[in-house]
């Protein structure tokens, strides 16, 4: 598609973040004609979450065909369910088709990032020492990149190796280890699946336990994925075919209501797989969950209950007491003597961007913008913050579909806000603040209602106790894409 830019001068912008959303936004920037594009990102390789998630077992739970861009779909996938290795490879390969690598300013966090009124332009100061400047900023930093450290008393103390699963250890041995698994969601059981089969001993110590959904998954031969190369529209059938996407989005628009027939449908089942598969009666108390399922991120697994039954896997459901230098000590006085300690105790997913410093019109900090929560109006602008839009930010729907089509539309939708900027007809966009009060009263109202506030702890409440996500069906969040409101924009 042509730059329809007339006289105007070409925009500046900066892209936050060479994940999977800055990876996306750069190549449309570029695919458009555009020239200024700079990513900034904080590591020195592309990636995000699959670059700095490498724990043993990692397997994205969205099917491999709809985990992919739209305008690149891989052969290669090597079953249903990719691995995070191949998901990491297959975004490095896209950057470097595209040609977007030489974009990409590597090993610069950006520390803070302020609008300047008087020329409308954000300026953006970088963990390097460089200034620069951007007509538009693109805020594609992710949702779950800062680890959650639990405060265990001693865990300085520990003689073995200790480390969160998004900051793997490389030195630590698995192999023949006794091993300490702090966390019972989607990462702590996809580690005990792996380690099950490598070390000596796996201890889980689970906190809540969790509801496990069954699900197929199987490879791709090496025929298929030579039929996938030659004739790529094999890959779009499969996009193509309505009972791909409907066992995707089966349970979506259920979410919505936590009293909903989908909802306990998804118990039901859940329910029966945890009856028929664990057969340890002692075991299967302890992995019985006693809140709604899907109010904690469902978790996806062919696989769980068989590993959990492995002889060399305990699962701990007393309280810790505190770490020890052989282990951990738990309160009733149990010593479990560990060797590796791998903290699979999630992220502080209200951070964002944070915490770069990002300020806005009259000197708005997005700290006080996001008090008492983070928002965004339909996820994507903020009153106050001109020419600032966020792929994946607060109150997407991340956890009900699949992030890339999520970040696809939302990228559609800045195109159109962005329109009027290109053309020279304003030089800031941004939501009213009227427009984004009235998304987030309606938005709290249905987030009380759905799946995720339906009584549980889990990372999408707020510190409120309100779900920060999106609280509607798939295809309220598609129509909403397709077309910004032009009222609820302020064009300036
Ligand atoms: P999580 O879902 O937040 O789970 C953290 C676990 O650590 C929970 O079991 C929690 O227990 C426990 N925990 C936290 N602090 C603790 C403490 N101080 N002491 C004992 N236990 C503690 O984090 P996650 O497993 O890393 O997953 C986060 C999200 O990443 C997922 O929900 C999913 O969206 C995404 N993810 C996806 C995949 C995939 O595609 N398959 C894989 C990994 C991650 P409580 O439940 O009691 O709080």
């Not at 936050?16 to 990876?23: D, E, H, K, P």
């Not at 006693?290 to 959990?308: F, Q, T």
Request: glycine residues 8%; hydrophobic residues 40%.
């Amino acid at each position: 598609m042509q730059n329809i830019q007339t006289d105007a001068k070409p925009l500046r912008y900066a892209i936050i973040g060479a994940g999977m959303s800055g990876i996306l936004a750069a190549i449309k920037l570029q695919q458009r004609g555009e020239t200024h594009i700079a990513v900034y990102e904080k590591a020195a390789a592309p990636g995000g979450t699959w670059r700095d998630n490498r724990y043993p077992g990692l397997t994205c739970d969205t099917p491999s065909h709809a985990y992919s861009y739209s305008f690149a779909l891989n052969p290669d996938w090597s079953g249903y369910y990719a691995t995070g290795a191949e998901i990491n490879a297959y975004f490095i390969k896209v950057a470097t088709d595209f040609g977007i690598v030489p974009l990409i300013h590597f090993n610069s966090e950006v520390l803070s990032c302020t609008f300047d009124e008087d020329r409308n332009v954000w300026q953006l100061g970088l963990s390097t020492g460089a200034q620069a400047e951007a007509d538009v900023v693109i805020l594609a930093s992710g949702v779950l990149h800062h680890p959650n450290l639990p405060n265990l008393p001693g865990l300085a103390s520990f003689g073995g190796k200790a480390f969160h699963s998004a900051r793997w250890d490389d030195s630590a041995v698995l192999d023949g280890a006794r091993v300490g698994i702090i966390g019972g969601g989607s990462t702590g059981t996809q580690l005990v699946n792996a380690l099950s089969r490598r070390v000596a001993r796996v201890v889980q110590f689970q906190r809540s336990p969790q509801w496990i959904m069954p699900v197929p998954q199987f490879p791709y031969s090496a025929e298929e994925r030579e039929a996938f190369r030659k004739d790529p529209a094999l890959m779009e059938a499969i996009r193509n075919d309505p009972q791909y996407w409907a066992n995707i989005y089966r349970f979506t628009d259920g979410l919505t209501d936590f009293t909903s027939p989908q909802m306990a449908e998804i118990e039901t089942i859940c329910r029966q797989n945890l009856e028929e598969k664990v057969t340890d009666p002692a075991l299967r108390e302890k992995l019985r969950p006693n809140y709604p399922a899907g109010c904690k991120r469902l978790i996806y697994s062919w696989e769980y209950y068989d590993c959990v039954q492995a002889p060399c896997v305990y699962v701990e459901t007393g309280s810790i007491d505190s770490i020890v230098p052989e282990g951990v000590r738990m309160r009733d006085g149990t010593l479990h003597p560990l060797d590796v300690i791998i903290l699979a105790t999630g992220f502080k997913a209200d951070q964002f961007i944070r915490p770069t410093t990002v300020t806005g019109r009259a000197g708005l900090t997005l700290d006080e913008f996001w008090e008492p929560r983070p928002t965004a109006h339909y996820a994507v602008t903020l009153p106050g913050f001109p020419n600032l839009f966020m792929l994946n930010g607060p109150t997407s729907p991340v956890g009900n579909f699949p992030l890339i089509d999520i970040a696809e539309r939302q990228w559609d939708y800045i195109e159109q806000l962005l329109a009027p900027l290109r053309q020279g007809a304003a030089v800031a966009v941004e939501p009213t603040p009227e427009a984004h009060a009235a998304y987030e009263t309606r938005r709290i109202a249905a987030a009380r209602k759905t799946i995720f506030g339906a009584g549980c702890t889990n990372w999408y409440l707020d510190k409120t106790g309100i779900p920060g996500t999106w609280p509607w069906g798939y295809q309220a969040f598609a129509d909403a894409m397709a077309a910004p409101v032009a009222e609820e924009f302020r064009f300036s």
